[in-house]
């Protein structure tokens, strides 16, 4: 019969295999500071809510509404133009004004010319680019029925044959057209926040600004720089609906930077529109 060890005699040997095995596990835990432990889960923790208020604000961000936003990308140009008005020009109007208002205006026939010439300028230089079309959008902008180089052409006519003498381009003007040549290789956002700006506060202010001159230095004539062919409500939506058009294809990165150059239309317009009472 096969000898059969007693457990007594066992026991060392078992106890000395579970002292090494403890011991190994003990020196493998051990060998791990606990502080690497709860850095690593203040790192978890901390990146877990990084990544949390990231997409938080990715959220807010894509569901922010910008003023007129709902109506087109227009009407929030119109809007951000608006408060770059005084109170007496808009009710939105924001701006501090600055100088005599409109009504206490003593224009000049020559200050007049001034402004007319500069301004034809630029309507030119406007022209010129949307026939060139750097940028493709430029095109949709052709014949709008809008432009207003011809009409001005026909006033510096009537002057002329009035015994005016026509003086040639001045600062404003020359200043304001190249920029809008360097702008429009480059830039199209901002190339049609001044085309917008130009073509529509014309129809707006400018009309009230051309009447109230007219008033006082021409004898109420009105000049073709201020008629249309057709009905200017129709022509001004359908270059409303085109713009829109142009800004469905632009980031809401390109959208701010185009608004963000209005105050830069206004400052050009309003250096050329000062002319006036030069």
């Given amino acids: 019969m096969a000898s059969m060890t007693p457990l007594s005699q066992s026991q060392p040997l078992l106890e000395k295999t579970q002292f090494t095995v403890l011991k190994k596990t003990q020196n493998q835990f051990l060998s791990i500071p606990f502080s690497r432990f709860t850095q690593s889960s203040k790192l978890f923790l901390k990146k877990s809510r990084m990544v949390v208020v990231s997409a938080t604000t990715a959220a807010e961000k894509s569901n922010k509404r910008y003023p007129g936003e709902a109506k087109g990308f227009v009407e929030e140009m119109r809007f951000v133009a608006m408060k770059l008005h005084t109170r007496d020009q808009a009710k939105e109007g924001e701006k501090e004004p600055e100088g005599q208002p409109m009504a ?20 030119d ?23 207003r180089s011809e009409g001005l052409a026909k006033d ?6 009035q015994g005016h003498a026509i003086p040639e381009p001045s600062t404003p003007g020359l200043s304001y057209a190249r920029y809008l ?6 830039d199209p956002q ?9 073509y529509f506060a014309h129809s707006a202010g400018g009309r009230m600004i051309g009447r109230k001159v007219a008033e006082k ?3 109420k004539k009105e000049l073709e720089f201020y008629k249309w062919d057709g009905e200017l409500s129709q022509l001004l939506q359908n270059v ?16 701010n930077h185009c608004l963000e150059e209005t105050e830069k239309s206004f ?6 529109l000062r002319l006036i009472l030069s």
């Fill in 104 to 123: 206490k205006w003593e224009p000049s026939v020559e200050g007049y010319l001034k402004f007319l010439v500069d301004s034809k300028l630029v309507f």
């Fill in 240 to 255: 409303r609906e085109k713009l829109n058009k142009v800004a469905e294809n632009w980031t809401r990165e390109e959208k």
């Fill in 156 to 161: 510096l006519e009537w002057f002329r044959q």
């Fill in 267 to 272: 400052k050009f317009s309003g250096d050329i």
């Fill in 217 to 219: 230095i021409l004898d």
């Fill in 190 to 198: 901002s190339f049609i926040c001044h085309f917008y700006n130009t």
């Fill in 125 to 147: 230089t406007l022209e010129k680019i949307v026939e060139k079309a750097p940028f493709p959008e430029y095109a949709e902008f052709r014949n709008t029925g809008l432009e």
């Fill in 181 to 186: 040549e360097e702008l429009s290789e480059k």
